[in-house]
């Protein structure tokens, strides 16, 4: 395959990619200083406890996409301004809602999210429990069958 071909094939495999297969194959030319490792840390902590708004699912330490890219940086430059990371939470919920926390604080509405898979376990782990005795237990002679009508 010639090399036009080839970056032929790229250019329209790129094309046709999600935003972030995209920026998994993208080759990050800018060097990362390191900085301040306590700083660091912390960037990676609070970046994991947010979504990613394009790779769903993801948080946005784990998502290669630009935009996570870009919100980790707005993480770590407000972290460096000294506000915590309940704050630097609550910037991001007040722009995307709620939805952009990983996990949402069990309190209202979002207390079924933790609730109902409880309910749901218990409630299977009943039904078994109930078969389990149905299926294992003798059965009841049934007094009219058994007698002998003659």
Known sequence: MTRVALRTL???????????ARAQVRTDTTPRTTGD????????????????????????????????????????????QGKSPEQVKAYFVSKYGEWILLSPAPHGFN????????LMVLGGGAFI????????????PDATSTEDPT
Do not use: H, K, N
């Open 37 to 80: 490792s306590a700083l660091e840390a912390r960037t990676s902590a609070v970046a994991a406890q947010l979504r990613c708004p394009v790779c769903q699912g993801l948080s946005i330490q784990d998502s290669p996409s630009e935009l996570a890219q870009s919100m980790r940086s707005l993480v770590r430059d407000q972290l460096a």
């Open 111 to 118: 207390l079924l999210a933790y609730a109902i898979p409880v």
């Open 10 to 20: 790229v250019a329209l495999s790129l094309l046709f990619a999600t935003p972030c």
């Open 129 to 140: 429990a109930v078969a389990v005795r149905r299926w294992t237990s003798s059965p009841t």
